[in-house]
């Protein structure tokens, strides 16, 4: 089944600690963003790949690192979490113009 | 810098009526647009995508249209259920940019 799977579903850290959040797609899509979603404020991407070893930055990359070693894989990095961080973050993937296809999501509270 | 704008926010129907939802873009120089359905607490589900050369497309009780033109895109949905109740986003792929653009979404409750 074709599909983008993140994990964890959720998770709850304390202010400074690091922590990765995966994202890895079966589809051999070329594309893969992060997004996180806060109320009142919609979708705002965060990094986007184009390829492997081809990142570039969102509307809003402060705090967050990523990394694009392998086609499938595009973990978001949170090297020192602040409570501002608090939000559903989204992975997505697409090949090219066609369809854009979302993770489950992962719920984070940063205490 | 494209812009997406979705009105109203909230939408409540009863069952069985037809609604259109509306998705207007400030930039014309659009690739493609995607209509998608969100449930809460869950991912983005892609319904339909409609690109420039299109006018629209369709898939079962939904009908997606795209006016360059004007900016506007709507999406149809016949006979509501309340099944249809999520909310539903719109984006623009934005011609010469990879940037997918979304609007805050239209909460729809269709009512029994």
């Known amino acids: 089944e074709a599909q983008v799977t993140q994990n964890p579903r959720y998770l709850i850290t304390v202010t400074g600690k690091k922590l990765t959040v995966t994202c890895s797609q079966n589809?051999?899509?070329?594309?893969m963003s992060w997004y996180r979603q806060d109320p009142g404020l919609g979708l705002r991407q965060i990094y986007y790949?184009?390829?492997?070893?081809?990142?570039d930055k969102g509307d809003v990359p402060e705090g967050y690192k990523v990394s694009r070693k392998e086609k499938r894989n595009f973990p978001l990095i949170l090297e020192s979490p602040s409570p501002n961080q608090t939000s559903l973050y989204f992975c997505?993937?697409?090949?090219?113009?066609?369809?854009?296809?979302f993770g489950s999501g992962t719920q984070l509270s940063v205490l | 810098k494209q812009e997406v704008t979705q009105i109203p926010a909230a939408l409540s129907v009863p069952e069985g009526e037809n609604l259109v939802l509306n998705c207007s873009f400030t930039?014309?120089?659009?690739?493609?647009l995607q209509w998608f359905r969100q449930d809460p607490g869950k991912g983005l589900t892609s319904l339909l995508l409609?690109?420039?050369?299109?006018r629209e497309q369709t898939s079962g009780r939904l009908n997606a249209s795209l006016d360059k033109s004007s900016g506007r895109s709507t999406l149809y949905i016949a006979a509501s259920q309340p099944g249809d109740s999520a909310t539903y986003l719109c984006?623009?792929?934005?011609?010469?940019?990879?940037?997918?653009?979304f609007g805050k979404g239209t909460k729809l409750t269709v009512n029994p």
């Open positions: 589809m051999n899509h070329e594309y």
């Open positions: 997505a993937s697409r090949q090219g113009g066609e369809k854009l296809f």
């Open positions: 984006a623009g792929l934005g011609g010469g940019s990879e940037k997918l653009v």
């Open positions: 409609i690109q420039s050369s299109q």
């Open positions: 930039d014309s120089a659009i690739y493609n």
């Open positions: 790949s184009m390829n492997v070893e081809v990142t």
